[in-house]
């Protein structure tokens, strides 16, 4: 036979384009149109409804960048059309290639009753099915008139990113405003055509059955008549029927379609925005389901919920009945998706906490399952917290945007750094955004990298991002493959569902140990430093506000703040989405952060001078407050008392600069400024590499390919600038002064002593464009690997790069410290606000060195075209002869100093304290349920074994190990003389103590 499907592959192609697609709707009529522009931000439901709308027609401009037009259309369904369904098609203007990147609207009723989302793969509101003819149709549309940011030509600096720089110029012109008659036989062609169509192209060329499929298309094609395609659809699908009843062979791979819709909760957009998004999508996917039995659809987020609940009542309502169906799941159980590199091991904790306890208080579902298709890799410190909180399983797909190194297993066990086992799923549909095509499925079978022992993946499908969520198209997809030869058999299955199936085919997966590192991105952990520093400083106050108010509850009887705790928390919380502390949103998005973390840290603040005033009892000085986890300066840990300082002295040196010498350490500053010596004086060991010189500012250019908030690509080292030169060194007799200037920018630094560490605080005003500013500390260490602290303990990188793997972690997520050692000598470098860093090796005459740099500043111009620019202070330390201990121990000191109270009271006896400075106590506070139980929670923090005595400053009855919900997991224990803690590497442990 003649080889001609390269004919038939075409003809389906222009056919259905040019032919059968617009013959679903075979008749319309225009609706009438009138708007009404709020004059500001989003007004109520009511307001909109209530607003007197004047002229628009169709063709015309509407709607200013980060606006909210309502229109009202109305009209009257035809006489002639009575029996047939009819539709309204509402195009605002869209390009069906963005969904949730561009204008979007949710249609009312007039009642206020909200229908559905509109959006450019969902324009149509059913009217009618069967419509009487002669109904009058009255809807109105709220749009949002949110600007394209991510344009085709991606990553371009705009000023769109601000209502306050966007300009007014309308946007959108309004398509079309019609009645319709759906013809839902043609429809059913068109899905029958595409799910065919799409299948034969991902099929072999010498297999049968592609060419089956070719013969059956070319056949349906033949049946339609061009001039009647209403007419002849239904013969055409009879052509259709024999390859579509053909079932999948017995080793198809499966995949579990869960529907859902990725809703960024800020990034192009700010939060305000993401609220309507959340309405739109979930008032779309309730109507889904009503309209397709079998579809289930999955949401995350539990903040999302929430909003949901507060501002769209009507729709909560739907959602609520659809959960009790089973149809609509809450996945996930955090707050929001957040990023997992940088959160504190508290904050961690308390997504899982926030989340989980919404989804059970309203809901009673306490789910296994963690959502977080879109993170930007994850923490090896997670699943110790998913297995605390009481789940079990964890999904993503971003570790296949990894640029280097593909991933080995699409469904394994994750292992974290102290030995929690987590079954983790990778969809290899690639994707979060599924959608049906043929392409993605058959991509999932081939991409699945544990085929021949297991065969089910799961498919998030849905539009997603910006948020819309699965289509009436992608549910007819896949009920057509979910038997069918050559394809994956597909099923609606929610993520409970897809992870029993998946554990139980697979008893013993391969296992992943450490961080899932992605190879992407790595410039999100340092762009948008305020954000960062709002979050570090957050969750520092937040850690002393507990520990103080709840000391003072229970030694003075004052009030816990449970609910101001409560709301702080969550907005921290929310800080932490994937791309609100990544850096990588619009302007609006983080200057709205930055003055929201201002009222955290006020808010905050008082809370914790309240507690502390009535803990110091009067007007007497000299108090002060250690909210670390450790003694500090004669301070208990978690009391008051008055602290014993060890000043440093400060000298003119020979040769310019000079030197700071305290009773534990000797650092020498040259006439550049730079720390030439840090001499520890109880061993005598030199920690600056032999000719270098530490607090080295460098300057590289940063200018990705790609992605320019997120990336930084590895290329940016080819380039450097050393900023040796200052323009004053100077001192006051106990710190050392320099300032320099570049570029656009002046630097000032101020170092000091403090007990034994050597305190750089750095105050930059920054306005450079795509540059990177790093602080660097050439140690004399030879060390083959270095540790970052990560939730609830560290985690180890190789300083070499002998493997891609290895090379490809160039740029690394720290929290508190990153420590290097040579056995019985190390350094650490400790920091109040930084995440990015690096840490590389050199070898010369005398030996190695090893060069740690934390990345204070970035500059990229995308999506923020100012990000970063004017004023920022960063302090880091410098601590030789440091253990692991003691930089954990230094780590809190400089994010929680010491605090000057006044009061009366010569001390203030801790509430808990314990006797082993490895076991560090992370929380204290009272319990959420409101009992008045003391909660604390304490892990191991070097690695190591720890037994330990935990001491209560108050009489306890009984004592019982919690989750991190605070829900017993032990027998209750009545303490003796001290409650025993015995721990494992890392572990952490939740004590729930009932005061007697
Ligand atoms: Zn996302």
């Known amino acids: 036979m003649h080889d001609d499907r390269d004919l038939v592959e075409a003809r389906l192609k222009r056919v259905l384009d040019e032919r059968i697609r617009p013959a679903i709707y075979p008749e319309s009529v225009p609706l009438e149109v009138a708007v009404w522009h709020a004059p500001g931000e989003p007004v109520p439901v009511a307001e909109g409804l209530a607003a007197e709308p004047g002229p628009i027609a169709v063709g015309q401009a509407w709607g200013a960048p980060w606006g909210t037009s309502w229109f009202t259309v109305t009209g009257t369904v035809p006489m002639e059309w009575s029996g047939r369904i009819v539709e309204a098609i509402l195009d605002l203007g869209f390009d069906e290639n963005m969904p949730g990147f561009q204008c979007e609207g949710l249609v009312y009723r007039p009642d206020g009753t909200p229908v559905k989302g509109l959006n450019p793969r969902n324009q149509w509101v059913r009217v009618g099915s069967p419509a009487e003819g002669g109904e009058r149709v009255r809807l109105h549309v709220e749009a949002a008139s949110n600007p ?149 659809f999955a949401m995350s987020q539990a903040q999302q919920w929430a909003w949901v609940k507060e501002h769209r009542p009507e729709v909560w309502a739907k959602v609520t009945k659809a959960v009790a169906a089973g149809r609509f799941v809450p996945a996930g159980g955090m707050w929001v998706e957040s990023d997992t590199n940088m959160p504190g091991s508290e904050a961690m904790a308390r997504q899982f906490v926030h989340g989980k306890r919404f989804f059970i208080d309203e809901f009673g579902v306490d789910n296994e399952e963690v959502w977080l298709p879109d993170t930007f890799g994850f923490a090896a410190g997670l699943p110790q917290i998913i297995k605390a909180a009481g789940a079990k399983r964890l999904l993503t797909q971003k570790i296949s945007w990894s640029q280097t190194n593909r991933f080995p297993h699409h469904t394994f066990l994750w292992e974290g750094i102290d030995g929690t086992r987590i079954f983790t799923h990778f969809p290899p549909v690639d994707t979060y955004n599924c959608s049906m095509r043929g392409r993605e499925l058959a991509h999932a079978a081939r991409n699945f990298k544990d085929k021949g022992v297991a065969r089910h993946s799961l498919a998030p499908t849905g539009w997603g991002d910006g948020g819309g969520g699965t289509t009436r198209e992608m549910v007819a997809k896949a009920a057509r493959v979910r038997d069918l030869e050559g394809s994956p058999k597909v099923a609606w299955e929610t993520p409970a569902e897809f992870f029993a199936k998946a554990e139980a085919e697979y008893p013993h997966p391969p296992v992943w140990v450490g961080e899932l590192y992605l190879e992407l991105h790595r410039g999100t952990l340092t762009s948008q430093a305020k954000t960062k520093q709002g979050n570090r400083r957050s969750e520092a106050l937040l850690r002393e506000a507990e520990l103080w108010s709840a000391t003072a509850a229970v030694r003075a009887g004052v009030d816990y703040p449970y609910e101001r705790l409560d709301r702080i928390w969550k907005t921290v919380l929310l800080h932490q989405f994937h791309d609100i502390l990544p850096g990588s949103s619009i302007a609006w998005v983080h200057r709205e952060a930055r003055r929201t973390y201002e009222l955290v840290a006020e808010e905050l603040n008082a809370i914790i001078g309240d507690a502390q005033d009535a803990l110091a009892a009067g007007q007497a000085t000299g108090l002060c407050f250690n909210g670390s986890p450790h003694a500090r300066l004669g301070v208990p840990a978690g009391g008051a008392a008055s602290a014993r300082v060890r000043p440093a002295t400060c000298t003119e040196r020979a040769g310019g600069g000079y030197v700071l010498e305290g009773p534990l350490l000797r650092a020498e ?24 010189a530490a607090n080295l500012l460098q300057l590289h250019p940063d200018f990705p390919n790609k992605w320019d908030a997120w990336d930084v690509d590895a290329f940016y080292r080819n380039t450097v600038t050393d900023l040796t030169e200052a323009d004053r060194v100077i001192s006051d007799g106990g710190r050392v002064e320099i300032r320099r200037s570049f570029g656009s920018s002046t630097v000032t630094q101020w170092i000091s002593l403090d007990e034994g560490r050597l305190d750089i605080e750095t105050e930059v005003d920054w306005h450079e464009t795509e540059k990177i500013l790093k602080l660097a500390f050439p140690l004399d260490v030879r060390a083959d690997r270095y540790a970052s602290e990560s939730q609830y303990g560290h985690v180890f990188r190789p300083t070499h790069t002998n493997t891609s793997w290895e090379a490809a972690k160039f740029e690394a997520c720290n929290h508190r410290f990153v420590h290097v050692e040579e056995p019985g000598w190390g350094v650490a470098l400790v920091t109040d606000s930084t995440y990015g860093h690096d840490v590389t090796r050199d070898v010369d005459g005398t030996g190695t060195t090893t060069t740690l740099r934390a990345s204070l500043l970035r500059a990229p111009r995308f999506p923020d075209p100012e990000t970063d620019q004017g004023v920022h202070r960063f302090r880091h330390g410098l601590v030789p002869n440091a253990s692991i201990g003691d930089a954990v121990r230094e780590g809190y000191f400089v994010n929680q100093p010491v605090r000057a109270g006044s009061g009366a009271a010569e001390v203030v006896e801790p509430l808990v304290a314990v006797d082993d400075d490895a076991v560090v106590v992370s929380a204290v506070k009272l319990a959420d349920d409101r009992s008045g139980d003391v909660i604390v929670r304490c892990y191991e923090s070097r690695g190591g074994r720890a037994r330990a005595t935990l001491r209560a400053g108050f009489p306890v009855a009984e004592v019982v190990t919690t989750d991190l919900l605070e829900r017993p997991t032990g027998e209750p224990q009545r303490p003796g003389d001290g409650i025993p803690v015995t721990l494992r590497p890392f572990e952490l442990v939740t004590l729930r103590m009932k005061r007697a």
């Open 148 to 296: 394209v940011i991510l344009d085709y030509h991606p990553f371009l600096p705009t000023r769109m990113g601000d209502k306050e720089t966007a300009g007014t110029d309308p946007l959108y012109r309004l398509a079309r405003m019609d009645l319709a008659v759906f013809d839902q036989t043609v429809w059913e062609l068109v899905m029958d055509l595409e799910v065919l169509g799409e299948l034969m192209l991902e099929l072999p060329v010498d297999g049968a059955r592609r060419w089956e499929l070719l013969r059956a298309l070319e056949r349906a094609l033949d049946a339609v008549d061009l001039q009647d395609v209403g007419g002849t659809a239904a013969a055409a699908r009879a052509e259709l029927t024999g390859v579509l009843s053909s079932p999948a062979v017995p080793s198809a791979h499966r995949i579990s379609a869960v529907g859902h819709a990725h809703i960024d909760s800020a990034w192009l957009w700010p939060l305000r925005e993401t609220v309507r998004k959340v309405a739109r999508t979930t008032s779309n996917m309730t109507a889904l389901l009503e309209d397709e039995p079998d579809f289930v």
């Open 669 to 692: 500053i040259d006439a550049r400024g730079l720390v030439v010596s840090l001499r520890d004086l109880e061993t005598g060991r030199e920690a600056v590499a032999p000719g270098r």
